[in-house]
């Protein structure tokens, strides 16, 4: 098993009497660490969903309040603004827990749901408080995109951590599936119909604005049912913790971001992972503009989004399962899953382009090849999180992976913002992810792997 020296290492664990730890730290797992991580994943799950609301109904959006594909991408680009102010999360969580930093996304994302549901009759205002909603809950995605890791680690045992990374992680992911579905299904598109008869010109746009509504408003009320939840409990630690590694002492968060950035196989693997992710979660923003060239309506684009979300995340959690059975082998369950990523991207935009590449494209071939796509990247995301944190022990869990998640939003900032300019055939897009995915695959065969926490679970605690 790869391991870094023993400077690296230092220090571990800080005994009450001040000396060198020589027996092993009681640890315990508490069954109420299931219900922690359900609060977390179903803020996770509303947030996802809150940020990929307009992508699905964007042609129902424009009839409904005039939004262009350039304001469809500035609503999904706000999520990745929202990081800009990372720093300040990753310092609450490292100094005042995981139950602080929660509390302050999730109220970030009951006042973004209220203002962006307030029915004002104004459009120009309208528009404004829609876009201050959508930043609003984007603010709350640093602590929920890059927490599972800490979650799991403040209270699952080692051989449950990437199993709970998993779920922590993807959750979020689930949530923009969930809103591939459910916008479409919900909101009517303009060219559709209604009881039986075709809606006319005037009455669509005041039945989908209802509709629209409808859904803000369901949303509303589910955010602040969770986040009373995790108001009235959700503990920042157990009593006890689970592991050696949940006990030892970790870096301060200045020391932590020294060695972060002067780490260059930290800095390898964050670029493998930030540029396909970051370029993934831009690309499945506004994946039903991506499909409208080839001839795919708005609801059977939320069908194909759905189900290549859905595919990652189950996918993802039973990879997670597989590390952890067998621990020391997530570089070369990275590597398959990027080839794969790889493969399968190049494929989707072959199909998409097949006026040119005279490949064929039918649904099904669509359907394929853009499930596999979701399957292969989404699935990657908890692997890559637990070679992180392992790769850099004993920098804390949430600091590592704030700064990763906070890189990813930073390439999917520049891929929207870029969309925004150059809207008008996006097929460019489906390119970027491709090229995205080689290069994180040619980095990663170069990936040198440690794993220092699982030495000293594995060792310190026998």
């Known amino acids: 098993m790869p391991r870094s020296n023993e400077a690296e290492r230092q220090p571990l664990i800080i005994p009450s009497n001040g000396e060198t730890l020589t027996r092993p730290v009681h640890s315990r797992v508490y069954k109420r660490r299931w219900l922690v991580l359900i609060l977390f994943c179903l803020l996770g799950l509303l947030q996802g969903m809150v940020w990929n609301f307009w992508g699905p109904i964007q042609v129902s959006a424009g009839h409904a309040y005039g939004f262009t594909k350039a304001d469809i991408a500035v609503l999904v680009l706000w999520s990745p603004l929202g990081f800009l102010p990372f720093f300040l999360f990753m310092w609450l969580m490292d100094k005042k827990g995981l139950r602080s930093s929660l509390l302050l996304s999730g109220f970030f994302m009951l006042f973004g749901a209220v203002l962006r549901s307030i029915p004002i009759s ?22 929920i995109m890059s927490a599972g890791p800490f979650l799991s680690t403040t209270w699952f045992a080692p051989d449950q951590r990437a199993t709970a990374t998993a779920v922590a992680s993807l959750f979020a992911h689930l949530g923009g599936a969930a809103s591939f579905v459910i916008g479409p299904l919900i909101v009517p598109s303009p060219n ?5 008869t075709i809606l006319e010109a005037a009455l669509p746009d005041s039945t989908i604005r209802s509709r629209i509504q409808l859904v803000m408003y369901t949303e509303l009320a589910a955010i602040a049912l969770v986040y009373a939840a995790v108001v009235l409990y959700f503990p920042s630690r157990p009593p006890i913790p689970p592991s050696v590694a949940a006990a030892s002492q970790r870096l301060s968060y200045r020391n932590s971001m020294c060695r972060l950035f002067r780490n260059y196989r930290f800095l390898m693997l964050a670029l493998a992972y930030a540029v396909p992710m970051g370029v993934m979660s831009g690309w499945a923003g506004v994946l039903d503009m991506l499909l409208t060239p080839a001839k795919v309506n708005q609801v059977d684009a939320g069908w194909i989004g759905f189900w290549s979300s859905v595919g990652g995340c189950v996918f993802g959690v039973a990879m997670a399962r597989f590390a952890d059975s ?3 082998m997530l570089k070369l369950i990275l590597v398959l899953l990027m080839a794969g990523a790889s493969l399968s991207s190049t494929w989707f935009t072959l199909t998409c382009l097949c006026r040119v590449t005279h490949l064929p494209s039918t649904a099904a071939i ?40 906070f890189l990813a939003n930073l ?52």
């Open 366 to 405: 669509l359907y394929t090849s853009c499930i596999l796509v979701g399957i292969f990247m989404n699935s990657s995301v908890p692997i890559f999180f637990e070679l992180f944190i392992e790769t850099v022990y004993p920098v804390p869990e949430g600091i590592t992976c704030g700064v990763v998640t």
């Open 122 to 143: 104004e459009p120009r205002l309208r528009r404004w408080f829609i876009h201050g909603g959508q930043f609003m809950n984007g603010l709350a995605g640093p602590t």
């Open 192 to 196: 559709e119909t209604d009881s039986g």
């Open 326 to 328: 067998i621990r020391g």
């Open 411 to 462: 390439f999917c900032g520049l891929l929207l913002f870029f969309l925004t300019f150059y809207s008008t055939d996006p097929t460019w897009v489906n390119w970027c992810l491709a090229s995205a995915c080689v290069f994180s695959l040619i980095v990663i065969l170069f990936f040198r792997e440690s794993y220092d926490r699982l030495y000293l679970d594995v060792f310190v605690s026998v």
